[in-house]
């Protein structure tokens, strides 16, 4: 374990992911997790410190991808990867052909009233893919479309980076 442990030190020293992913995944997917933020920063959107245990990937200065580190000792999960799809519709094709629907529709980010006073509280309806859903999550990310995928396998991973390049093909 590092000794980037505590909340004060960790928003002091704002680490970067690879400091303190091996403390949360094991050795079997600490690869994959490590192979992922690289991409990420080859790309020019590198993971970057948001909060304790979470980092946020920016394109254009809007926030395309997060990955939250286990932040309860009880989950299961390790770790999660987020996508923001502001921009879905402009590839909408590209997942169709892929046969992809069903991997991003059994993944998008429902509503969890973070607070029962904010106008969104409940979540949205939504057309997304040709599918209507209610109580889509749209707050946390200013509005936009989450997917999250929990301790994603490397072919998970390989899906995630094909619908981050769409989505900053899309964003221009």
């Not at 390790?78 to 059994?106: C, H, M, P």
Request: glycine letters at 4%; proline letters at 3%.
């Amino acid at each position: 374990m590092s000794n980037i442990t505590t909340l004060a030190v960790k928003k002091a020293a704002k680490p970067k992911i690879e400091e303190v992913i091996s403390e949360y995944v094991d050795a079997n997917i600490r690869e994959t997790a490590a192979d992922f933020a690289e991409y990420m920063r080859a790309n020019k959107m590198p993971l970057r410190w948001a909060s304790t245990d979470r980092f946020k990937a920016l394109q254009k200065k809007t926030a395309i991808c997060w990955v939250d580190l286990n932040q309860r000792a009880l989950s299961p999960v390790k770790w999660r990867v987020s996508t923001v799809l502001t921009n879905i519709a402009q590839y909408e094709k590209f997942i169709l052909d892929e046969g992809w629907q069903d991997f991003i529709l059994e993944k998008i980010v429902h509503c969890k009233p973070c607070n029962p006073d904010r106008l969104c509280s409940g979540g949205n309806k939504l057309s997304i893919l040709g599918k209507d859903f209610s109580g889509i999550c749209q707050n946390i990310i200013f509005h936009k479309i989450m997917i999250g995928f929990d301790d994603p396998s490397e072919e998970v991973i390989r899906r995630i980076k094909k619908l981050v390049d769409w989505e900053r093909q899309a964003r221009g």
